[in-house]
């Protein structure tokens, strides 16, 4: 028997694979070996018949897709909390008049986990595997995400207002570098890290000292750059630079800066953003509910930026599937762009994986499935009338499933989903406690 | 005990029910009671407290929502057989070099009926009680669709070139009219029809023959209206009038036209449909898909048109969920009109219900839960991590649910999927079918 069968302590049987690595055909009849949270061998099994060793734990991938986790590259697991509270409104309204009040009104430590809990019970289901989270509260998020096997860079949030566990925004630098200081080292799966609100929300000073902290523990900064036109009037009229150019002089336009949104950039903006590296993060939903804005995503593939895939904080999505957000991605650029190719199903399930790692700099851990990456691996059970037939994976992935189709998760060679049965988190107990919490929020 | 309750033989027992009806609140608690296919009360178990009686099936909806089954306005069922076979290519390659050429080379009796049951059963999987069908070979779709449970308006295609099962196109209308004749009265569920492909893809003389047969039999007319902008100048070039004029010149501009797509009407497009009461149905997904456009569906409802909701064939979606379009409905409503608040969750859901069964003709039947209506009703399941919190129930049926949720599903009175158990179709057999047959599909 194949040495790495023999070893090999997870192997997921079957199924067409996409490894999503460059130039890889799908495997079909695959077999994916797994060793102490390593891919050691990924093959057909018309090529080699043995079965795994007797000590393996087996997943079924029979009439499956298997292929790399999705990566959720900007969300706010917690706001679970608040789905659905305050629809049908303008940004502005969304944001001032319900949603920060209701945060300044019911976010705690307990209300953060549970509503972390959530929404990484919410992730695990619908396939996600690496989150990259920004929020208050955030030790609690970290306890969430730790509790539920996912991968993730977790990041305090920065704000020159008053905000959640943080009253005194003088303090939120130094809150900040302490979470930072926490969590280093806690574990392999997860990074804490600093999210700095906007560009508008945050002065100069606080910019530039996040940046700064960021820098000296080489962690990337999250920020949400250039949601709303006025957005980009307020930064002209305070700076006199359009948003990229302001950050840029402050020396935040860096492959070390991950910006979600990032709706209204001009060409030269652009340009300036793929000189210096910066990564961007897609939010198709929530820019489209929120009517932000159609990010010229397209534009910004073909001209070599690195964009990955997000769904906000799912209050305005209304929830955290990234296969939906696949889809609409895909779907947006062509009517936007009014070309039918240019975001096509690969492009998007590249964002949602590949390009994904590389926004988060997790590249050569995570983000395709090959021999000596990590085992962040999902399986879609494509046994179901919506997924007859499979002409193309891709675009089975990307236009004909949702969450719900992903049968198991695997994370780092961890099973967290299994025949759709959870194994860290306890779904009843998180629902009912969140059902709970949620009958005493009003706004 | 109440008598309706002692004489219902099916009783959906708990859950929040959504009527739908003009000016209804939701019913926490609530019990529908249904009798030979009639709705013949709905209130809450709060205010009546008995239990069903002992002869009726009863329907659990704890943790659910009740609402009306969704209303697919315009489909191709069996078109599922061609899922995923051409992606990401503009509508004009789409439809001549791939579509027309697959369906004159797989398209017969056989592979229609099982594409259709596939359509059927991915429809009833997902929460839809009704189709809008037009195609070819319709005989096999009414088979399927009557196999199925489902209620539906199966029409015969007409167009003006050789097509599937029609080889001689100066026969097309004598073929729908024997199609008409045939199936009659031979169900309740099942209404025969005509489906004109396009103004551009039908003469004159055809579309006003389709027009006579149709009100010689009281029946509505399907079509495919202003898809695209070469459509508009092609028929601007031949009739000189823009194609809601043309088409009202030869009459059909009428209530008994149920238009589907209706992209490119301009301001006095929309004031004449208005006027004469011309039935519309938007489907976003596949409008967005294949870069036709964005339907001005906002100012529409506000001019007071009918507009229903259709998920078009899934070879151009590539699902037939109508949450997700739903969802899309919504989100690109805002984004186009720069409008949060102009196609609200309310507004998606009536056009996916109440206002898809007045496309149809059907209003007095279905589309809301009233006493005296059919029981065409779906539980959907709100137990789960993306359905909570549910602090409105319409918003999260809009933006958080997919079709996966839909726990159970009922037409007329009957039960068509339980605990997501099918009970009329048998979803191993209709799947390893259609597999079978796409493995000969090429294009």
Redesign the interface.
Known sequence: MNARIRDADLVIEGGMVITMAQGQAPISNGRVLIKDGIITDIHSRNEKCEGPGVQAEVIDAKDAIVMPGLINAHTHAAM??F???A?????KQ?LFEKIFPAEAKYLNPDTVYWGSL?GC??MI??GTTCIADGYFFQDETVRAVHESGLRGLIAQGIIDFPAPGVPDPTKNLMVAKEFIERWLGFSTLITPGLFCHSPVTCSEQTLKGAWEISRRFDLPLQIHLSETSDEINEIIKRTGKRPVFYLDRLGLIDKGLIAAHAIHLDEMEISRVFKKGMKIVHVP?S?????A??APIRDMVNAGLTVGLGTDG?SS?????LF?EM??A???S??YD????GL??NTVVKMATSLGASVLGLEKEIGTLEIGKRADIIVVDT????L?????PL??IV??A????VKDVIVNGKVLMKNRGFTTLD?VE??EK??V???N?SI
């Open positions: 679970t909390l789905r659905g509270l629809d049908d409104l303008p940004l969304w959530l019970l919410e289901a619908s939903e820019n489209m509910k929120l009517c804005g159609i799912c999505n209304n929830n955290l599937d939906c889809d609409t895909a779907k947006l062509k009517i009014l070309d039918p190719v096509n199903a046994h179901q009338p919506h007859c037939p499979v002409y193309d675009s089975a236009y004909s949702n969450g719900a189709d779904p998180i629902i969140v059902k919490i949620s009958s929020i």
